[in-house]
């Protein structure tokens, strides 16, 4: 059978492809975040002590002072599965961590030339990350991931490359902080005669911290925190600018609501221009393990299902 015709077929529910016309705009690259940033429509790249925000700046493992074990999944909204599990390693000059992601876009029956059927597999990706992120100087954090891709296409075509992440962030007040990364630098993909470039990417953004008071502890210091973020996205590849908003509400260890905002260009992936989301998180303490329980969805996806995402991370 003809590469175009299992490509078109394998393809169509998962979004366009490049100007390449054979390579998917959509991989494992792409799709991976935490629950924690999906419910914040995608922001994040200012939060540090968070290893789990890695795969949106490399810098943000900076700070942890616990190690960690991180699982987490989405369902897309095309039915597509998306995944991910990171270990971070807590050091006395930084953090260290290795993680493992996934993206399978599910299978597609497609007819063949003589009149019968075959079903495909339309797309599998698998990426492995190593990293480092720890403080500079005082008040700057730094971070660099190394990323090793894999991808399968209508189960025939396979590619494999290697893609870094780099990325900053900078504490201007105990209120305020900004970072940057840039993502999947260096890597170019090929699949039989058609080759492209990684979705390199670059983003900006901040985030600021307030303490309401609604909740106080008995010597009057306020327990909830809230943090305002904002990013702005460069897929340099693809030639589009992304904007992300989010808010996240926290009481102490008890419960955690985020909400978020992001837009794009119109004709992004299935014709969405903007979407809304919103979340939740479930901390909890056993002695001296703790453990996060994270919940998003993504609303304004168009006529597919809303994506949800789910995540587990447990540290000591």
Known sequence: ???????????????????????????????????????????GVAI?????????????????????????????GFDELSGQVLYALAAENGVVTMGLAWYNAGTVTANTPDGGTVRLATQQDVAGTFG????????????????????ELAGTYHLTTLAMDAGGQVRISDAFKVGAAIRNAGGSYRYAEDS????????????????PGLFEISDGLARDLLLLLGDV????????????????????????FRGGWRGGPPGSIGGVSAGLSAGFSLPGRERDTRYRV??????????????QSVGLTVEW
């Open 233 to 256: 996205e460069d897929t340099l590849v693809a030639r589009r600018i992304w904007y992300h908003a989010g808010a996240e509400y926290r009481v102490g260890e008890i419960i955690a």
């Open 132 to 151: 480092f992120a720890g403080e500079v100087i005082p008040r700057i954090t730094m971070g660099a991931n190394m990323k090793f891709f894999r991808s």
């Open 1 to 43: 059978m003809a590469l175009p015709v299992l490509l078109v077929l394998g393809l169509v529910l998962q979004g366009p492809t490049s100007d390449a016309g054979t390579i998917p705009q959509v991989t494992v690259l792409d799709k991976v975040q935490s629950s924690r940033t999906a419910g914040l429509g995608g922001s």
């Open 48 to 76: 540090g002590a968070d290893p789990e925000l890695i795969w949106t700046n490399p810098a943000a493992a900076a700070g942890a002072s616990r190690s960690s074990l991180s699982i987490g999944g989405t369902r897309g």
């Open 196 to 211: 492209a470039s990684a979705p390199i990417a670059a983003r900006v953004g901040a985030v600021l911290a307030w303490r």
């Open 294 to 307: 994270d919940y998003a969805i993504e609303f304004n996806t168009g006529p597919f299902d809303r994506p």
